[in-house]
């Protein structure tokens, strides 16, 4: 009897689960019968976001980036014969790098001729807008993204404007350090502290070449640097 009604007691208590299962499923069912239309809406948006991006990266975007790079082709071409104002803004028959920042902001192709467009500026003397165009410039390529950092540094030295050139020089150097970039930015850095007579930070930077990147060429002048300063000092 007492097995039996043990039985019955276990029988019961699963009924109860089963019931509470039920009755929750049917509470769900409710709810997306309630609420259809505003469940139906919702992932109607989300397929359309979905698609919309892949269309616009497809259709709009690659398309754009393709173009741009044709265009960079031959704005790099005169980059590189020096003819910068033909790089800048184009022969008649090919764009420019402002124009190809203009038309194609959105591409990474844009985003390259703001560099190529800020280092031409800076050669034929538009400080102003050659900072413009290196401050809005971005990469994630290390040896580019330091090289702009440092071409703000020459536009600054140009200006007159010292110590940020001197500051932007280290910023350059110390950006993801390597054996390129960092040794040229730091001797850049050190010349511009010597240039304003504070010959302690010069020294400091040129010993830290010296000790980090002695098989560099800039290392391998740190000799006669540190030389030149401390025989001043005596």
């Excluded at 393709?66 to 184009?90: C, H, I, P, R, V």
Aim: hydrophobic residues 40%; without cysteine; glycine residues 8%.
């Amino acid at each position: 009897i007492r097995i039996d009604m043990a039985k019955n007691k276990g029988l019961d208590k699963g009924d109860e689960r089963l019931e509470s299962v039920e009755e929750a499923l049917s509470r769900s069912e409710q709810f997306i019968i309630n609420n259809q239309k505003t469940l139906i809406g919702v992932v109607t948006v989300v397929v359309v976001i979905v698609l919309g991006y892949f269309g616009v990266n497809k259709y709009y975007l690659q398309p754009k980036e393709k173009e741009a790079q044709t265009q960079m082709f031959m704005a790099e071409s005169y980059f590189e014969s020096d003819s910068l104002n033909k790089a800048l803004y184009g022969d008649g028959n090919n764009l420019g790098f402002m124009d190809i920042i203009d038309e194609f902001s959105s591409t990474d192709a844009g985003n390259l001729a703001r560099y190529y467009a800020g280092v031409s500026l800076l050669r034929q003397g538009e400080y102003e807008e050659a900072a413009k165009q290196l401050k809005k410039f971005s990469a994630g390529d290390q040896i580019i993204s330091a090289m702009a950092m440092g071409a703000l540094g020459d536009v600054y030295l140009e200006m007159g404007k010292q110590q940020e050139a001197a500051s932007q020089y280290e910023k350059a150097a110390r950006y993801k350090m390597n054996e390129l970039t960092s040794p040229m930015y730091l001797l850049k850095a050190g010349q511009t502290y010597e240039l304003m007579g504070d010959n302690n930070k010069a020294l400091k930077i040129f010993k830290e070449i010296s000790e980090k990147y002695p098989s560099t060429t800039e290392g391998r002048l740190m000799e006669k640097y540190i030389a030149k300063i401390e025989a001043a000092a005596k």
